[in-house]
């Protein structure tokens, strides 16, 4: 069975700071997407990246980047120099091949960046 | 180019009735996702459509259904409320299966 555990329910820290939102997943699958998403207050969430099982080159984006590594079944995402605006929930979500569109969120974590 | 859109945004029900939520997928996509978030139990996959059909469905009662209709539009309804389906409905579109999802803001319902 497929399962995503995101640890760490709340973040804080001050703007500036990088910040690590880790995720953790399980899957008997050999293919299979992990994805993150961010939900700002209005309620939508955001596509942030998807990466397939078989793609480990970690990738960065800006600000944010991303750490996959299957011998951990860890897929974390690193917010450098944080600003207000990245204040948001963060969801990890794992989707398997055989499955298909059934993506399994994580529970999210909150980050909070002060000013 | 439009995003996921879902009508109504917000939507009061009293329990024992029944409700249908809307969702227009962004042009060109054909898979279409229903998720429900709620405080306790996060976000949970409802249902999936892709062409019309029902592909793949989550563990939720048989009072929750969906359907797609040929221009990729969907709606859910959920019929005899209960409060606990007080929640977050969310919809998501994609080009085809296994791509990148888009979620639409949701509709907020509230059942009292």
């Known amino acids: 069975a497929q399962k995503v555990t995101q640890a760490q329910t709340e973040i804080s820290v001050v703007e500036k700071e990088d910040v690590t939102l880790d995720c953790v997943y399980e899957?008997?699958?050999?293919?299979?997407?992990l994805f993150w998403y961010k939900q700002p207050p209005s309620g939508e969430l955001v596509f942030l990246i998807r990466?397939?099982?078989?793609?480990?080159q970690n990738e960065i984006s800006g600000r944010y980047s991303w750490n996959f590594q299957k011998s951990t079944s860890s897929f974390n995402f690193t917010i450098t120099a944080s600003q207000v605006v990245d204040s948001a929930v963060y969801f990890c979500?794992?989707?398997?091949?055989?499955?298909?569109?059934?993506?399994?969120f994580g529970a999210g974590t909150r980050l909070t960046v002060k000013p | 180019k439009a995003g996921v859109t879902q009508t109504p945004r917000y939507l009061i029900k009293t329990r024992g009735q029944q409700v249908t939520l809307s969702c227009s997928p962004i042009?060109?996509?054909?898979?279409v996702s229903w998720y429900q978030q709620t405080p306790g139990q996060g976000l949970q996959f409802l249902f999936e459509?892709?062409?019309?059909?029902?592909?793949n469905k989550g563990n939720f009662p048989g009072r929750f259904s969906g359907r797609q209709f040929s221009n990729s539009r969907s709606e859910m309804n959920v019929s005899t409320l209960e409060l606990g389906d007080s929640a977050l409905y969310l919809c998501?579109?994609?080009?085809?299966?296994?791509?990148?999802?888009?979620f639409g803001q949701g509709t907020r319902l509230t059942v009292v």
């Open positions: 998501a579109s994609s080009l085809e299966v296994d791509t990148e999802a888009f």
């Open positions: 899957t008997r699958d050999t293919t299979y997407y």
């Open positions: 990466r397939n099982s078989f793609d480990e």
């Open positions: 979500a794992l989707s398997e091949v055989s499955i298909r569109n059934d993506m399994r």
């Open positions: 042009s060109g996509h054909r898979s």
């Open positions: 459509y892709f062409s019309e059909t029902q592909r």
